[in-house]
């Protein structure tokens, strides 16, 4: 069993020990994995309560933390210093195939830079150019005239369609499709006919693209994804996008067709984005989303549609206050009925249609003058 001493630790992560520096570490793992003989991490004060019955002897923490009765090690970057720990106690697997397989089907017009690693049933077409150390997994297929630059990974059962172009130092996850046709259709004759797809897919450095995401090709140039750009898996990325450089996008994103983005945007999960939309540098939408207005820049937009957060956070106040409002609507009309029951009840006294007493008519001006004569 491996083990460290929190003084050896320290040395590792250039950290300073708070405690028993002689204390012995087998182990490292999250708060709610830790157990007797490992070191844990804590980030955030909010997890300083957890730390108390968190079996853990020791604790990776930064300078502004609540003080605890565990053995600490303090460091200005708790994360990368956690993860040379756990690295050194449960050591990743490291791929084991070297060189070109022979099983791998490779075109003699293919340029191959140095030591590339070509796993089996892997598919490199005509004209395609790889870099150096390049590594295509097992069944991927790169097709005709595609580029790929040094020390990019292509995992298991990638597609790179024909031209795709695919920077330096990038990985492409297992699943992935890049430069497939886009979704475009021509209505003629009660027929949907496919409209041009003479574009390809660019893809600058530095870019990760998650498990079975897909990015469409352009209709007649490309759709780009800027260099340090990360992609999460299940993403849908359509024809003539370009985004710029160091986006996020997660999980589940959908991104219609010429859209822009500018630099260091974040798309949370499931956000949909209508086609040719403008997103400006450095806004965040909140997750599900639903943009079909362009977006200024530093904004942050949330909800379906799409609102900048004050406005949208006073919408929905007054969404949670309609419960309560038709309550009182309710009872309003309850009110409203019990008036008018009350007012309906009330006899209103009419004269009788046909009544044998009638007055008497007024005397006409010949028996006035009668009268008269008489006296």
């Not at 791998?104 to 017009?109: G, H, K, N, R, W």
């Not at 990360?230 to 160091?246: C, T, Y």
């Not at 806004?283 to 379906?304: E, F, R």
Request: proline share 4%.
């Amino acid at each position: 069993m491996k083990s460290l001493t929190i003084n050896q630790i320290a040395a590792v992560v250039s950290g300073t020990v708070i405690g028993d520096g002689n204390l012995a570490i087998t182990g490292a793992a999250p708060i709610r994995d830790a157990g007797a003989g490992d070191i844990t991490l804590a980030d955030d004060p909010r997890y300083a309560s957890k730390l108390t019955d968190c079996p853990a002897v020791a604790v990776i923490r930064p300078l502004e933390f609540p003080a605890c009765d565990k053995t600490c090690v303090v460091v200005s970057d708790v994360h990368a210093a956690f993860a040379k720990l756990v690295k050194f106690f449960d050591p990743p697997v490291r791929d084991t195939f070297r060189g070109i397989s022979p099983h791998a089907s490779i075109s003699v017009t293919a340029r191959i830079g140095r030591d590339c690693v070509i796993e089996p049933f892997a598919v490199i077409g005509d004209h395609v150019e790889l870099g150096d150390h390049v590594h295509v997994g097992a069944g991927s297929v790169i097709e005709s005239a595609c580029r790929i630059g040094d020390r990019t990974r292509i995992f298991a059962r990638c597609v790179l369609y024909a031209k795709t172009e695919v920077g330096c130092d990038c990985r492409i996850h297992a699943g992935a499709v890049l430069g497939a046709d886009g979704f475009g259709y021509n209505t003629r004759e009660g027929r949907h006919e496919l409209s041009a797809q003479l574009g390809n897919v660019v893809i600058g450095d530095d870019v990760e693209i998650g498990a079975n995401s897909t990015i469409d090709r352009g209709t007649y140039n490309a759709t780009v994804i800027g260099s340090g750009t990360k992609i999460d898996n299940l993403v849908m990325i359509a024809h003539n996008n370009r985004l710029g450089k160091h986006n996020l996008i997660c999980s589940q994103v959908g991104i219609a067709g010429s859209c822009r983005t500018g630099d260091y945007v974040v798309m949370a999960g499931q956000v949909g984005i209508g086609d040719h939309v403008d997103i400006g540098a450095q806004t965040t939408l909140a997750a599900q989303c639903g943009v079909m207005n362009h977006i200024p820049a530093k904004s942050v937009y949330v909800g379906s549609p799409a609102l900048p957060i004050k406005e949208q956070l006073k919408n929905w106040a007054v969404l949670g206050k309609i419960s309560e409002w038709y309550q009182k609507w309710k009872d309003m009309l309850r009110r409203i009925e019990h008036i008018e029951r009350i007012l309906h009840q009330v006899e209103v006294p009419e004269a009788p249609a046909n009544s044998s007493t009638r007055p008497a008519a007024p005397a006409t001006s010949s028996s006035v003058e009668s009268s008269r004569r008489v006296a």
